[in-house]
C-alpha cells in the first residue's frame, strides 16, 4: 500500500522470513520493504543496496547484523535515516572474544563439506530455551540458515562491523531499541546503552525472549515498531 516506507533489514543468515510476521502485521498501514543483505563484499555495499530500496527519507529497522548495517546507513546519510529501530544488536565493533568465535565458525563453515546452518547445539543460544524446544520455531529458524548456506555466512561473517557511537548520539529522530530478555548474542545491558544514547529512543525487553524476537514474539515486535512509526 501507499504510505511512510519501512525498511526491515535482515541479520546475519536471515532472509526475509525472520521480518514475515511483521510484513502480515504492518503492510496495511505502511510501505514494509525488506531488505536483501546476503549479497554485499562489503558494509558500503550492504548500505548502497538498502538506501536503493526508496527515495528520500526512510524508516530503518535491523535486526542483529542488520542493526550494524542500518548504523552505517545513518553514519553515511544521516539525513536520509527519518526513524531508526535497531533490534537484538550492537553498537560497538566486535570484542577480541566475539572476533574469535566469529572467525572459529567461519573456519568451521569453510573447511565444512556440507554446511548445514546452524544446529541445535548452536540454536540454544540464538533462542530462549522454551522457544529452541519448539520444533515449529526451530525448523524456521534452522531452515532459513540452511537455505542461505555457507557462502552467505562467510561473506556476512567477514563485514567489518563499526562503532556506531557518535552516529547514534547525533541521531535526534523516533527511535526503537529493543531486544529479548534472556538474549545472548546481544544481550540487555548493551541495549540500554544504545538507548541512553538517542534523546528520542523507547527501550523494549521482550520477556521471555532470546536474539531472534521477530520471530520468538512477533506480535510485541510488530506492536513495537507500529508505535515507533506512528511517532513524530
Known sequence: MAGPVL??????????DLWRDQ??????????????????????????????????????????????????????????IARLALLDTAFRPDTPERAAERA???????????????????????????????PVMADRVKAMTQRLGAE????????????????????AGPALVLCGEVDQITPPEGHREMAALMPQAELVIAPGCGHLTPIEAPALVSGALARWMERT
Do not use: C, W
Not at 106 to 127: M, N, P, Q, V
Open 7 to 16: 525498511i526491515l533489514i535482515p541479520g546475519l543468515l536471515n532472509d526475509a
Open 23 to 80: 510484513v502480515a502485521a504492518l503492510s496495511d498501514r505502511f510501505d514494509v520493504r525488506v531488505a536483501d543483505i546476503t549479497r554485499g563484499e562489503t558494509m558500503d555495499a550492504l548500505v548502497e543496496t538498502v538506501f536503493g530500496l526508496a527515495d528520500g527519507p526512510v524508516s530503518v529497522a535491523g535486526f542483529s547484523l542488520g542493526g550494524y548495517v542500518a548504523q552505517a546507513m545513518l553514519m553515511r546519510s544521516p539525513e536520509r
Open 104 to 134: 572459529h565458525l567461519t573456519r568451521l563453515a569453510t573447511a565444512s563439506g556440507k554446511f548445514l546452518g546452524i544446529g541445535d547445539r548452536l540454536l540454544k543460544t540464538y533462542l530462549a530455551a522454551d522457544h529452541a524446544a519448539d
Open 152 to 171: 552467505v555466512f562467510i561473506r556476512q561473517s567477514g563485514l567489518i562491523r563499526q562503532d556506531g557511537e557518535a552516529a547514534l548520539r547525533a541521531f
